[in-house]
Each structure stands twice: as structure tokens, then as C-alpha cells.
């Protein structure tokens, strides 16, 4: 199977058409169904089982969980003409902090259906002037619209359930 690259590596070319924008708010919305659907395959234990010093399953979604009101602060960005976007914490401090194993999956679950049922019902009230402004983005040092910010969190979840998959199924042949 190929094998992703990891995420800091990722080049991106934002030149998507305003029209693709309702497609990756949907995409953006399917998150934590496919989240739950993945989380059903496998039994706790796997869930909260890391391979090494990498996350478990149950920490990947709980990043995802962290990384929700920095999506929302970005969108306040946006539509406050910011020049530049908030950085985030590369060092995902947060999430490491979070013992998310230690926490019951039903209560990540829930948060991060609403927390981002609260990006979905705020992008949903936006105009093409906002989706179309752009900003610069910190690590990335280029411009992007709100529209490829979007892209960009959409392909972010996809990184994190493909590592969870990968994860899940190796961790499946051990037991």
C-alpha cells in the first residue's frame, strides 16, 4: 500500500473554483460520521493502543477535537480582514496534554460533532466576498482564501483517519 507522507512535508496549491466551497463544507460536515464509523471497527482497547510514541487511535480524534476552535478563530480571521491568519501549536501541546485516552470516546465523540456542527452552521451563513478573501498563512508563509483554509482542514482530517486506519488495521493483526 502507498504510504502517506507526513503532514509538515504536504505541499499545497490553492487554486480550487468558488463552486467546489458547499462540496468541502460537506466534506467538512462527513468528519464525525466517518470519525464514529471508524471508531466502531475496533474494540477500546485498540482504540486507546499507541504504536510507539505515536498517537493511539483515541488521540488522533482527540487532536481533531483540539484543533477545532483554531478553525473557528481562523474563520473570525477572515471575516475580520486579518492580514494573517493565528498560528497554531506545532508542537500539538495540547493534545498532549489532554490524556485523551484516559477520557470516555462517546464524550470526544460528542465534542467534535459539536464543535464542528458550529464551523458547518457559521460557514454555511458566509458570501463568496468572504470565502474569496484571503490571508497568509503562518507555517505555510502564502496566502489563502478562506475557501482553501477550508481545503486545508478537510485534507487535515482525511491525514488523521487515514493514520487511523493504517493504525487500527496493524494494531488488529497483534491481537
Sequence with gaps: MIQPISWFERQFTFDLPVWMFPNIVER???TP?????KVALFPAKILTQRDGKSWSIQEHIGHLL????????RLDDYIAGKEKLQAADLQNQKTYQANHNAKPIENILIML????SELIERLEELDEEVVF???????LNQPMRLLDLMFFIAEH????LVRMSQLGRMLSRLV
Design 157 to 160: 482530517d482525511d491525514h488523521h
Design 28 to 30: 467538512l460536515r462527513g
Design 133 to 139: 478573501r484571503s490571508s497568509l498563512h503562518p507555517r
Design 66 to 73: 483540539d484543533l477545532e476552535p483554531l478553525g473557528l478563530a
Design 33 to 37: 460520521a466517518r470519525v464514529e464509523d
Design 113 to 116: 460533532r459539536r464543535e464542528r
